[in-house]
């Protein structure tokens, strides 16, 4: 039974979800990568067999799953982690057995009105925890609680995490989405720690020399 169904709502963060689900599965955790987008940015990153149909299907690619079908009960029981990305579409039913709800957003008015705009609940999610990720941010005086206000979403300052703009890690992204590259050697300090303690707050039994030795295997594409 998975013990983490992870739903991220907001603007695309496939390259993130991509570099966590390698990072997982050098911890020996088995993993499946969801995309329910309107943009279907993990779809177009992920290599593809001619003829398969990954509303139906499970697509492989090295060692990490990928489907575009509706998550259920059964099925969460072949995987430790599920990464699901909503993007800005209306939830599906699978939403109902997330444990954890990521907002993602920018610095842009107009991702929080789409966010406000969205019939998410916390009957949807029951006891899931929520965190918020700003990504592209620039020291300007907007700040996290302001962006929180405005998309009308409660949650603790230890949940919300800020990505700056950076130059290496949009070029590892673009990489990654073109090539089907699951490398990310270049990518800056500030994304590095985020995903780290994303694996910590995942799977807090494993220590941190393994998490380390983890990150290491992922980021070299092994």
């Known amino acids: 039974m998975a013990s983490n169904i992870i739903a991220y709502v907001g603007i695309d963060n496939f390259e993130n979800m991509m570099y966590l689900s390698r990072i997982l599965l050098k911890l020996g955790k088995r993993v499946l990568v969801v995309d329910h987008s309107e943009t279907q940015s993990l779809t177009y990153s992920i290599p593809q067999p001619i003829g398969v149909c990954c509303e139906k299907e499970i697509v492989t690619c090295r060692q990490v799953d990928f489907t575009t079908r509706a998550i259920d009960q059964e099925l969460t029981e072949n995987y430790d982690d599920i990464l699901i990305a909503y993007g800005f579409t209306e939830p599906l039913q699978d939403i109902s057995i997330c444990s954890r709800?990521?907002?993602?957003?920018?610095?842009?008015?107009?991702?929080?009105?789409?966010?406000?705009?969205?019939?998410?609940?916390?009957?949807?999610?029951?006891?899931?925890?929520?965190?918020?990720?700003?990504?592209?941010?620039?020291?300007?005086?907007?700040?996290?609680?302001?962006?929180?206000?405005?998309?009308?979403?409660?949650?603790?300052?230890?949940?919300?995490?800020?990505?700056?703009?950076?130059?290496?890690?949009?070029?590892?992204?673009?990489?990654?989405?073109?090539?089907?590259?699951?490398?990310?050697?270049?990518?800056?300090?500030?994304?590095?720690?985020?995903?780290?303690?994303?694996?910590?707050?995942?799977?807090?039994?494993?220590?941190?020399?393994?998490?380390?030795?983890?990150?290491?295997?992922?980021?070299?594409?092994?």
């Open 101 to 222: 709800l990521v907002w993602v957003t920018n610095f842009y008015r107009y991702n929080f009105e789409r966010r406000v705009s969205l019939t998410y609940s916390d009957g949807m999610m029951h006891d899931a925890t929520k965190s918020l990720l700003i990504k592209d941010a620039f020291e300007i005086k907007i700040t996290p609680e302001m962006v929180a206000e405005r998309m009308d979403v409660q949650i603790p300052s230890e949940n919300v995490y800020v990505l700056y703009r950076d130059e290496k890690d949009y070029l590892n992204g673009l990489i990654c989405h073109y090539n089907g590259a699951f490398r990310f050697m270049d990518i800056s300090k500030q994304l590095k720690r985020y995903l780290m303690e994303e694996a910590r707050i995942l799977h807090p039994e494993i220590d941190i020399n393994q998490r380390k030795a983890a990150y290491r295997r992922a980021m070299k594409g092994e």
